[in-house]
């Protein structure tokens, strides 16, 4: 490619400042160093972990940052020492390392990676390492990905090449919330046929999470959510009950407890609420009931009465849906090529980068599941 080699002025959506809208800017984007691979990013979701860095965390030392980590492109310059990789492969950056040497990612039972800026900054989510500047400051890359941006940069061992035929503006939702939710119901809750399930927010991730119990042959799926416009949608991924906690006197845990003879077999927690992480928790039956924590927060503590694990129950969280992240990505691009798993029925709005503060405030008042944003031609 002619741009080899040289820095990249493009346009980015630049977040200056916590709880600020972004501003389209123009940015530099550095070449690839070595073991990294530059990336034109053809398309990109917008999840409510870029919103939540934004409005929630609001780290002061987390801006100025480039967000967006829910992308898919095309590999435009490689760096010295990148063999898996050349200028053309569809890619889909990841949040989540796979260096393949680490004691997490040589472990069976774990999608972590020592690698990242997970292991570096995880409250500031980015390392202090960055291929972009603005008006000649250090722009910080969100999650290392930063696909709020037509070019970005990243370590090889957090690219997943993908095949060829995949449409990169239905794929890019792989890159957190569609494997996010249907992992944690496949992976970590390891949803059994014949059993009940409840999962909590029918946003992207909940669908998602409703999708794995119904590709794990799960017989009811009760979707819950204080938003009943949502229901009609995950009837579409396999709902088969829907509860709105407002439309009863007590609490939701009871609810289902009656609904299901003491509890379901398993619970997703997908809003990033301590208060559900509980409700979700006590849902299930004791004795072998296992909830997971799936919604992202750092902002609180959760709390449970002892005698809830005691009884039998299992609480577990789940990252990314338990995929390590090189490997997981490709296999889930080819589930949705051989319509195993569902990505278009996501998809609400489609927007440019131009929009991206509409877009934001869409998903800030439950109006979207999905919005993609187009940001490059293929």
């Known amino acids: ?38 990336i034109k990013i053809v398309a990109t ?25 829910e992308g898919a492109g095309i590999v435009e310059s490689v760096g010295p020492g990148v063999t898996e990789f050349q200028p053309g492969d569809k890619v889909i950056p990841l949040f989540i390392s796979q260096c393949r040497e680490c004691r997490f990612c040589k472990n069976p039972n774990s999608n972590q990676c020592d690698k990242g800026w997970a292991a570096e900054r995880p409250s500031i989510m980015s390392s202090t390492d960055t291929r972009f500047t603005c008006k000649g400051k250090k722009v910080l890359q969100f999650m290392e990905t930063s696909t709020f941006s037509e070019y970005t940069v990243l370590n090889q061992m957090a690219v997943a090449k993908i095949d060829p035929a995949a449409p990169l503006d239905k794929v890019c939702l792989l890159g957190c919330g569609v494997c996010t939710g249907y992992g944690a119901a496949v992976n970590t809750a390891k949803v059994e046929p014949g059993s009940t399930c409840a999962v909590f927010g029918m946003g992207a991730v909940g669908l998602a999470a409703v999708m794995g119990c119904k590709a794990a042959g799960a017989s009811r799926i009760i979707a819950v959510d204080i938003n009943p416009e949502k229901f009609e949608k995950a009837k579409v991924f396999g709902a088969t009950e829907f509860v709105n906690p407002k439309d009863h006197n007590k609490p939701i845990n009871k609810v289902l407890s009656e609904m299901t003879n003491g509890g379901v077999d398993y619970s997703l927690e997908c809003v990033g609420n301590v208060e559900v992480m509980r409700s979700a928790l006590e849902s299930v039956v004791k004795g072998w009931g296992v909830s997971v924590m799936v919604g992202w927060t750092d902002m609180h503590d959760f709390s449970a009465r002892p005698i809830q694990l005691i009884a039998g129950r299992t609480w577990k969280g789940s990252l990314f849906g338990g995929f390590k992240s090189k490997d997981g990505v490709p296999q889930m691009v080819k589930a949705y090529l051989d319509k195993k798993v569902k990505l278009d029925e996501f998809i609400t709005h489609n927007m440019t980068l131009a929009q991206v503060n509409d877009a934001i405030e869409l998903m800030k008042h439950g109006k979207c599941i999905r919005t993609v944003l187009n940001i490059s031609p293929q």
Do not use: S
Not at 5 to 20: D, L, Q, R, S, Y
Not at 21 to 31: K, Q, R, S, T, Y
């Open 1 to 38: 490619m002619a741009t080899a080699g040289k820095v990249i002025k493009c346009k980015a959506a630049v977040a200056w400042e916590p709880n600020k809208p972004l501003v389209i800017e123009e940015i530099e984007v550095a070449p690839p160093q070595a073991n990294e691979v530059r």
């Open 45 to 69: 979701g917008v999840c409510h972990t870029d919103l939540y860095h934004l409005f929630e965390g609001m780290h002061k030392d987390g801006f100025p940052a480039v967000l967006g980590h």
